[in-house]
């Protein structure tokens, strides 16, 4: 089994810059390609942008193109999610999830993912 836990959530002002992490313990996250979405409230957790298993490719929901870029390092079995020029609503809970299976390509179905970690609040203010 593998553990993701998310870290680098945390109030912002609308026009900044928060970077996210995303550690995995218990298994090598290498082989999978992974994903960053998130939940407002209220509202269903929505697809943000996900990197192909080799950090090749990168697909960005359109709410986020330009500002947000996701990227991996293999050896520390993490994942980054970089955002600038935050907006208010991008206030959310933030997850990133692993794809179910390896060397699949990255979707925006969230139900192609498997492995979610616990979330890190980020919070824009106008």
């Known amino acids: 089994q593998v553990q993701l836990v998310e870290s680098g959530g945390g109030l912002v002002q609308a026009g900044g810059s928060r970077r996210l992490s995303c550690a995995a313990s218990?298994?090598?996250?290498?082989?999978?390609?992974m994903g960053w979405f998130r939940q407002a409230p209220g509202k269903e957790r929505e697809f943000v942008v996900a990197?192909?298993?080799?950090?090749?490719?990168?697909y960005s929901a359109d709410s986020v193109k330009g500002r947000f870029t996701i990227s991996r390092d293999n050896a520390k079995n993490t994942v980054y999610l970089q955002m600038n020029s935050l907006k208010p609503e991008d206030t959310a809970v933030y997850y990133c999830?692993?794809?179910?299976?390896?060397?699949?390509?990255?979707?925006?179905?969230?139900?192609?993912?498997?492995?979610w970690g616990q979330g890190t609040q980020v919070t824009v203010s106008s």
């Open positions: 990197i192909s298993w080799n950090g090749v490719s990168t």
């Open positions: 999830a692993r794809r179910s299976a390896s060397y699949s390509v990255f979707t925006p179905d969230p139900r192609d993912y498997d492995h």
């Open positions: 218990g298994r090598t996250l290498s082989s999978y390609a």
